[in-house]
């Protein structure tokens, strides 16, 4: 099943850093926008892998 999210991010010291707004305690960074999206796709992977 494919989801969408919001993802807020804002820059930090020449870094995109982000979170998913509805989901707690998803964040992550990255040098370029691309990579903090890629970023967070892995963390929510994690994420969703110690809950099953």
């Not at 850093?17 to 960074?29: A, C, D, H, Y």
């Amino acid at each position: 099943m494919l989801r969408n999210f919001n993802l807020e991010y804002w820059i930090d010291d020449n870094w995109y850093v982000g979170k998913l707004k509805e989901i707690p305690g998803v964040f992550s960074q990255g040098e370029t926008l691309a990579e903090l999206e890629n970023n967070i796709k892995e963390v929510y992977k994690l994420m969703m892998e110690e809950v099953n």
